[in-house]
């Protein structure tokens, strides 16, 4: 249970990987972690994990990121059960080697990685500007450096490659959380990206058949563990050298330089209103069905 005093993080992904390392660490430092899952019955085996490791208190909410009515659905919830969120850690993601899509139709990786976190952070700034001083922390990847946004393709349904597809989300996230901090200025609220270096999580494999398993066992004696991937994370969303600092993008608990396409303004106006078409119009429809 938490108290109208006790502070609120949210983490996406918290389940497995870097989101229930990052939801542990924040437990610890004496968050009340709401860790948001796709799966019950994995949320839950995480759930006592994170409480049990940490010593801190956490709960279990759920929502498919992939579907833009149960996002939706969850922050109706959010709002109605805290009465404040301090850090949002959008960390959940997805890599598919064959091409796929949401419940809304969106090729997948755009549509969980980026779009569905779109609309989730959207729906609760309103709750973050009135706590003050909250933090909003994106996970990101290296991989934006290799990422392209055609406006015209934004389907990907010819030609897909993973490579594409994971490239352009991550190139997404950050050039959404810069302009997210550039609407926030003077509210109270910051927004950083992350790049977490190569970690070892389940990410890379196939939720249905298990595909990739063996490959991923061997990159763990080379990739760091979830816990040394979630510390940047943490390092932004918690400390005093990171209040005030937005708009950047960190690697090692360190401020870098990003892609130059990262800093197109002009890309980031036309994604953020790309994306706001794309979740009006998916409202628009769930209403008409009512």
Same mark, same amino acid.
């Given at each position: ?17 870097? !989101? ?8 610890? %430092? @004496? ?6 899952? /796709?799966?019950?019955? /994995? ?19 759920? *929502? ?7 996002? #939706? ?25 064959? +091409? ?8 997948? %990786? ?19 500007? #009135? ?9 990101? &990847? @290296? ?23 994971? !490239?352009?989300?991550?190139? *997404? ?9 550039? #609407?926030? $200025?003077? &509210?109270?609220?910051?927004?950083? *990206? ?33 816990? $040394? ?24 608990? +360190?401020?870098?330089? &990003? ?5 197109? $303004?002009?890309?980031? +106006? +036309?994604?953020? $209103? ?6 009006? #119009? ?9």
């Amino acid at each position: 249970m938490t108290n109208k005093a006790q502070k609120i993080a949210l983490v996406t992904g918290a389940n497995s990987g870097m !989101g229930k390392a990052t939801a542990a660490a924040l437990a610890s %430092q @004496g968050f009340h972690v709401v860790m948001l899952c /796709r799966s019950e019955e /994995r949320g839950r085996a995480a759930l006592e994990k994170v409480t049990r490791s940490s010593g801190g208190s956490a709960s279990l909410m759920l *929502c498919e990121l992939g579907h833009m009515d149960d996002i #939706r659905r969850f922050c109706v919830e959010f709002l109605s059960t805290y009465n404040r969120l301090d850090i949002l850690v959008n960390n959940a993601g997805v890599i598919t080697l064959d +091409r796929r899509e949401t419940k809304d139709g969106l090729e997948l %990786q755009f549509g969980v990685n980026h779009i569905g976190h779109f609309l989730l952070t959207v729906s609760l700034l309103d709750l973050m500007k #009135r706590t003050g001083d909250a933090r909003i922390v994106v996970v990101g &990847s @290296g991989a934006h450096k290799i990422g392209k946004v055609d406006f015209d393709k934004i389907a990907l349904k010819k030609g897909y490659s993973v490579f594409a597809a994971y !490239g352009r989300a991550k190139l *997404c996230n950050l050039v959404f959380t810069k302009e997210l901090a550039r #609407r926030l $200025q003077g &509210s109270g609220v910051t927004a950083n *990206c992350v790049h977490p270096g190569a970690v070892a999580t389940n990410m890379g494999v196939d939720r249905d058949t298990g595909f990739g398993k063996t490959i991923m066992k061997l990159l763990k004696l080379f990739f760091q563990t979830p816990e $040394q991937g979630a510390s940047t994370a943490v390092y932004v969303a918690t400390s005093d050298e990171c209040a005030g600092i937005s708009g950047e993008y960190f690697y090692k608990s +360190r401020i870098h330089k &990003s892609s130059k396409r990262s800093y197109d $303004q002009a890309l980031a +106006r +036309r994604l953020w $209103q790309l994306s706001e078409e794309i979740v009006d #119009r998916t409202d628009r429809e769930e209403s008409s069905h009512d």
